[in-house]
């Protein structure tokens, strides 16, 4: 028997597409996001091995951002986070919408509160607002505004995580707060094991 398109794997081209698709229907983005967030639970549940090269970590990295995937019409990149013991980022937030899934490992996620009225562009005043553990096939989606969506993220173990992550910006700038000095910067964010004849800086979304 022929297998139908529906019933080939649910892998990351596949989910790629599918997100593609979403945009060309024109929805309003917290529809957008909600079904890329399917599609997205989808992909992270369907069994499906990433191809290699984006599970390679880079061990002077404080965690390793592999670019899977830049649409070609700039309107979102996938970028696969390969996690080892207890690895966090910084506290940061994202300019933009950003779904992200658990593919393997447990990710711990700590969320803050902006108190001050960004009045002083090198300030912040945070507060915890609540932290959680997202499993294996977990999905997660953020919204702007940017200071509703602050937040830090873990690999909750010492077992390798790895997490797919989709933006709808370039995910290489995003502001980071230190709570205890009560300041925040921009930091620039890179990608590592960069595949041949793909350049970086080429990662221009609309
Ligand atoms: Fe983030």
Aim: glycine share 8%.
């Amino acid at each position: 028997m022929t297998a139908s398109p529906d019933d080939t794997p649910y892998d990351l081209s596949r989910y790629v597409r599918d997100v593609g698709t979403l945009f060309d229907r024109g929805l309003d983005l917290e529809e957008r996001v909600r079904l890329i967030a399917q599609c997205k639970r989808r992909l992270v549940n369907g069994g499906q091995a990433l191809p290699a090269r984006l599970g390679v970590p880079d061990p002077s990295a404080p965690y390793t951002r592999n670019l899977a995937h830049v649409d070609p019409q700039g309107r979102f990149v996938v970028i696969v986070l390969v996690w080892g013991a207890y690895q966090e980022t910084t506290i940061h937030d994202h300019s933009n919408w950003c779904v992200v899934g658990v593919h393997a490992g447990t990710a711990h996620v700590t969320d803050y509160d902006r108190l001050d009225d960004e009045s002083n562009p090198d300030a912040a005043e945070l507060i915890v607002r609540g932290s959680s553990m997202a499993f294996t096939g977990a999905v997660l989606a953020l919204l702007p505004p940017s200071r509703s969506n602050i937040h830090k993220m873990a690999n909750a173990s010492r077992a390798p995580m790895l997490s797919i992550h989709t933006y709808g910006d370039p995910g290489t700038r995003a502001n980071v707060f230190h709570l205890k000095t009560g300041t925040r910067e921009v930091m620039e964010l890179k990608f590592h094991n960069i595949p041949e004849g793909v350049a970086p800086e080429s990662v221009r979304l609309v």
